[in-house]
């Protein structure tokens, strides 16, 4: 049997973990990796999407308005990938692994498919949840472009940095979260 850590522990350790990222490198953010990846992707494809340039702060510019942003920060990204960011985002796929495999609980077959929350409200089959995560997923990742970033960048690392706008995220989190999870859970 292997021991979890309770709430509290993990949220210290995950705090300094926040509090040493933002001391030695920069805040934690994720969602602008899937932009940088996807810029990665369409800059194979195409010859001009991002050009060297003279003129713009980071040396690169981009056809694309969105690459282009902050003197051209995103292109810079897109022709140099290997960073800090990438790294961390794989390094916290990496970390779910060894965590899943070393200390987390193991699932049984059936919360493999679904958990039994889902199971209980919406039947055993998995394709129904695959498909609303997916959507989910989606949906999150357009939301996180829009408001200029993800829950981790927004909401963590901003209410460590006592952003006004990292509380006020955070509460729309909440605020919006709460009334959906009871709307597709149902009060028990």
């Not at 390094?91 to 609980?105: D, E």
Request: aromatic content about 12%; proline content about 4%.
């Amino acid at each position: 049997m292997t021991r979890q850590w309770n709430w509290f522990t993990g949220g210290i350790a995950l705090g300094v973990v926040f509090l040493l990222a933002v001391f030695l490198v920069k805040p934690i953010g994720v969602s602008t990796e899937f932009v940088i990846l996807d810029g990665i992707i369409w800059n194979a494809l195409s010859d001009d999407l991002i050009t060297k340039s003279p003129d713009a702060k980071s040396g690169y510019a981009s056809t694309n308005a969105y690459l282009n942003k902050s003197g051209g920060s995103y292109a810079n990204n897109v022709i140099k990938p290997i960073r800090y960011s990438p790294i961390f985002v794989l390094s916290m796929i990496v970390g779910a692994f060894l965590s899943a495999k070393t200390r987390g609980p193991q699932p049984t077959a059936s919360d493999r498919i679904a958990p039994e929350v889902w199971r209980f409200r919406f039947g055993e089959g998995g394709t129904k949840r695959y498909l609303v995560t997916f959507i989910g997923g989606v949906v999150v990742l357009f939301g996180a472009r829009l408001a200029g970033g993800c829950m981790s960048g927004n909401a963590m690392s901003g209410i460590m940095q006592t952003s006004i706008s990292g509380y006020l995220f955070a509460l729309g989190i909440f605020l919006a979260g709460i009334p959906l999870a009871i709307m597709i859970y149902g009060r028990k």
